[in-house]
């Protein structure tokens, strides 16, 4: 795992190779795989702290931070007419059409 952004990176490859697993070439499914992997070794060698229901597999804390706030700055697309494709206004209600 990469220190400074916390993904497994391209060289998961070989882990999967070894593994007799075929290669994961999309990133984010890349790193859900090792997560998910990762969580299956904890669950196997009974990993103390381990919620009750044996838990969820989660990304590396500082690749989901990453993630969250990518997120949070990707702009929503504002609703837009059905009739004409205007834009509507916070009303709801298109000024053309309606």
């Not at 998910?36 to 229901?53: E, K």
Request: with cysteine.
């Amino acid at each position: 795992m990469h220190k400074d952004d916390g993904k497994v990176g391209v060289g998961y490859a070989e882990v999967l190779q070894v593994a007799g697993q075929p290669p994961v070439e999309d990133e984010m499914e890349r790193e859900r795989h090792a997560a998910s992997a990762r969580l299956d070794c904890y669950r196997y060698f009974r990993a103390s702290g381990l919620p009750a229901d044996g838990g969820k597999p989660a990304l590396a804390p500082r690749l989901e931070q990453a993630v969250r706030r990518q997120r949070s700055t990707v702009p929503q697309p504002r609703p837009t007419c059905g009739r004409c494709g205007i834009q509507l206004p916070v009303s709801g209600a298109c000024g053309y059409c309606d």
